[in-house]
């Protein structure tokens, strides 16, 4: 396995963090040692992640941590009533895989951190190499100190199965680029836009979620809506699958919102990355305003509400 000559034939040119990441990373490829690659964002993580996935030999299986974990509630939720309900449900899902990459982990739920932590528990009896891209240390997950300790047997679990290797690099790659290279970059923010007149419902994983309105792909809603109610992360990715054009208007100072407010907005912008598609925000205040105050865990947020093309 030659780590280095694969991310070599890409055309991109390393930088020092990168390139001693690359080492590291080879190096625990041959010992067939879990990785846990973090750092903030930008610095090429998910680039050195897939590029050691790549060269590691089949079975193998490479999945979002948000997208498998909807799927992972949902056949749980299944066979509730079954005993060993998690680990067949992660039979199913990781199947015969030697190797499990799973891209942005990141827990700031309670309940999911419970259940990555039988998630680990199943893997690590399966005997599973596993590859996370993170923008925490180990440490770091779960920040919320009302209930990180509750998470501690899974960090150590993390700890366990997988080496932490952290690139931080002195660049944001992010910020070099000039023509947008995905729908999601062609977004804006605005200060205002047109409407739709009549507003809708929508049926979201058997909950009624409103609207502004649709047209097609596109739909619009409040801020409020989406993000002040008790939405999930399970909805976002079904909505993002029904429409790749969105418009959130009403997007108020962060820092003055509650702390569930704001990470679902966080769990908006994530999914809607990752399912390239396009968002429009409409706030009376700049970016740098939106996200302005103590606001836990925006850093990665602000870096991607960064990349869309802003207009008054």
């Known amino acids: 396995m030659d780590l280095r000559a694969h991310v070599s034939s ?24 879990g990785v846990y690659l973090h750092g903030p964002v930008g610095r090429g993580k998910s680039f050195l992640a897939d590029a050691l996935f790549d060269v590691l030999p089949e ?34 899902l990781v199947g015969r895989a030697e ?8 827990v700031h739920d309670v309940g999911d951190a419970m259940l990555l932590t039988r998630l680990l528990e199943e893997l690590q009896d399966r ?11 180990p440490d770091g997950l779960l920040p919320d100190p009302l209930y990180h300790d509750h998470f501690l047997p899974g960090i150590a679990l993390v700890k366990k ?7 931080n690099g002195a660049q944001d790659y992010r910020h070099l680029h000039g023509a947008p290279r995905s729908r999601f970059e062609t977004g804006r923010i605005v200060t205002r836009t047109d409407l739709p007149r009549t507003p809708v419902t929508l049926d979201v994983n058997g909950r009624a979620i409103t609207a502004l309105g649709t047209e097609g792909t596109t739909v619009w809603f409040g801020f ?10 399970q909805d976002y990715l079904v909505l993002a699958r029904r429409f790749d054009d969105w418009v959130i208007t009403g997007v108020p100072r962060l820092g003055t919102c509650h702390r569930e407010t704001r990470q679902r907005f966080a769990n908006v912008v994530d999914v809607l990355v990752d399912a390239d598609v396009r ?6 205040h700049p970016l740098s305003d939106v996200l302005d105050g103590e606001v836990r865990d925006l850093v990665r947020t602000a870096s991607r509400l960064e990349l869309i093309n802003t207009t008054g």
């Not at 509630?73 to 199913?92: D, F, M, P, T, Y």
């Not at 409020?224 to 992360?233: A, F, M, N, Q």
Request: charged share 30%.
């Open 224 to 233: 409020g809506d989406l993000c002040e109610r008790p939405t999930s992360t």
């Open 10 to 33: 890409s055309g991109y040119v390393l930088d020092d963090a990168q390139l001693d990441a690359v080492a590291r990373l080879e190096e625990l490829a041959a010992r067939r040692r």
């Open 59 to 92: 079975p193998k299986k490479r999945v979002h941590f948000h997208a498998f974990f909807q799927e992972l509630h949902r056949l749980i939720s299944a066979r509730l009533r079954q005993r060993g309900a998690v680990a067949k449900a992660v039979k199913e």
């Open 99 to 106: 190797v499990l990459a799973f891209d942005e982990l990141h």
């Open 161 to 167: 199965l997988m080496d932490p290797v952290e690139l």
């Open 279 to 284: 968002l429009t925000l409409v706030s009376d």
């Open 127 to 137: 005997a599973v190499m596993i590859i996370a891209t993170s923008n925490f240390p």
